[in-house]
Nanobody
């Protein structure tokens, strides 16, 4: 059974910072690409940041220069460091893991999400 458990969300003032964590179980973590997505009310889910199994990174345009994604394969954990937060960053943030099972089947797993609210 695969589980992705996010934590670290909450209420923060504009300009503040938060660090999200995603702990994975049930997968060979080092072989999976990890990503953070977000969905605001009445909006489509969008990519925030992704980090490949080899460490290659990409960011959504709206968070470049403010957010940093990282991973610790020894801890089966992906992180999202969010700085200079804006009210428009308010959303539910989801962790995603994409990889291939031993039989070659592509797997795409999601966490339950963690709420981030940026407000004064």
């Amino acid at each position: 059974q695969v589980h992705l458990v996010e934590s670290g969300g909450g209420l923060v003032q504009p300009g503040g910072s938060l660090r999200l964590s995603c702990v994975a179980s049930g997968i060979i973590f080092r072989g999976y690409a990890m990503g953070w997505y977000r969905q605001a009310p009445a909006k489509q889910r969008e990519v925030v940041a992704r980090i490949g199994s080899g460490g290659n990174i990409e960011y959504g345009d709206s968070v470049k220069g403010r957010f940093t994604i990282s991973r610790d394969n020894a801890k089966n954990t992906a992180y999202l460091e969010m700085n200079s937060l804006k009210p428009e960053d308010t959303a539910v943030y989801y962790c995603n893991a994409v990889g291939y099972a031993s039989d070659g089947t592509r797997e795409d797993h999601w966490g339950q999400g963690t709420q981030v609210t940026v407000s004064s």
